[in-house]
């Protein structure tokens, strides 16, 4: 079992800047690609940004510029840096890791997400 555990959201001024992380802990094989997903109230939950074990990185036109994904293999945890926010920023936010066991299976895991909220 793989446990996701995120902190850096908060309360932040419009044009602030915001770092979420995201560690993984549990029995750990081999974390593929890592991602950040939001979900603001009445919307579906969709993609930020992802990043692949290969650290190729990619994202949703609303981050392009802004947000940057990073991961720290050694530590099993993923950033998102935001910088720049807007108030339709507003949102929780997910991570998602897709976990590899020994035996090759791959499985998602979901952190419990973390309000961001961009406001004056």
């Known amino acids: 079992q793989v446990q996701l555990l995120e902190s850096g959201g908060g309360l932040v001024q419009p044009g602030g800047s915001l770092r979420l992380s995201c560690a993984a802990s549990g029995r750990i094989f081999r974390i593929n690609s890592m991602a950040w997903h939001r979900q603001a109230p009445g919307t579906q939950r969709e993609l930020v940004a992802s990043?692949?074990?290969?650290?190729?990185?990619d994202y949703a036109d609303s981050a392009k510029g802004r947000f940057t994904i990073s991961r720290d293999n050694a530590k099993n945890t993923v950033y998102l840096q935001m910088n720049s926010l807007k108030p339709e920023d507003t949102a929780v936010y997910y991570c998602?890791?897709?976990?590899?066991?020994?035996?090759?299976?791959?499985?998602?895991?979901w952190g419990q997400g973390t309000q961001v909220t961009v406001s004056a």
């Open positions: 998602s890791m897709r976990h590899q066991s020994r035996y090759g299976v791959e499985y998602p895991y």
């Open positions: 990043i692949t074990s290969a650290e190729r990185t």
